[in-house]
C-alpha cells in the first residue's frame, strides 16, 4: 500500500459518491443516509494516498426549506463518525445551501467551496489535488481550479477507482 501521500487534497462530492443519491429528493435525515458499497474501503486507501480529503457538496434542500442547517450538520456528523469508525477519515466539509437561482460563489459549478477550503487549509495546492463527483458541475468545478477530476457513477464507484487509481500509481 502506499503510505508516501504523493497528492495533495482530495474532494469528494456527497451525494452519489459516498452516500446513495435519492433520486428526485434529498437525504433528509441519518435514517436516509445510505452508504455506497466499497466506500469505507476506498476512504481507507484514499487516506493513505492524499495529505487530506474535504466533502464539498451542493445542500440546496436548505435553501428550499426542506431540511434546516442543524440537520445537515448531524448528517454530516453521522458520516463522519462512522466513517471514523471503519479506519477512514475526512477533515472537513463544507456545503452550499443555497438555491440554484440564488446564483451565489459557493454552488458548484463555482468554486467558492474551494476557495473557502483553502483559505482553511492554505497549503492546499490545487494542482497536485483532484475532484471526484457524479455530476457535471462537480467535474466543472475541479477544471475551473486546474485539479484532476473524475466522474464516477453507479456503476463506477469510489471503491472502483481507487483501485484503479492505486493501479496507475
Request: glycine share 6%; net charge positive; with cysteine.
Amino acid at each position: 500500500m502506499i503510505v508516501n501521500k504523493q497528492f495533495d487534497t482530495l474532494f469528494l462530492d456527497r451525494d452519489g459518491v459516498i452516500n446513495r443519491q435519492i433520486i428526485d429528493g434529498y437525504v433528509t435525515s441519518i435514517q436516509e443516509f445510505k452508504f455506497i458499497n466499497g466506500v469505507f474501503s476506498a476512504i481507507n486507501k484514499l487516506n493513505n494516498i492524499f495529505r487530506r480529503i474535504i466533502v464539498v457538496t451542493n445542500q440546496q434542500c436548505i435553501g428550499k426549506g426542506i431540511i434546516t442547517h442543524e440537520e445537515v450538520k448531524k448528517i454530516h456528523e453521522f458520516m463522519l463518525i462512522n466513517i471514523k469508525n471503519n479506519g477512514g477519515k475526512i477533515d472537513a466539509v463544507y456545503y452550499c445551501p443555497h438555491l440554484v437561482s440564488d446564483n451565489c460563489f459557493c454552488r458548484k459549478p463555482l468554486t467558492g467551496l474551494f476557495i473557502k477550503a483553502k483559505d482553511e487549509y492554505p497549503e492546499i495546492k490545487f494542482e497536485k489535488s483532484f475532484m471526484v463527483g457524479d455530476s457535471i458541475s462537480d467535474i466543472e468545478a475541479g477544471k475551473k481550479l486546474n485539479l484532476n477530476t473524475k466522474k464516477i457513477s453507479k456503476n463506477y464507484t469510489l471503491f472502483d477507482w481507487v483501485n484503479d487509481f492505486i493501479v496507475e500509481i
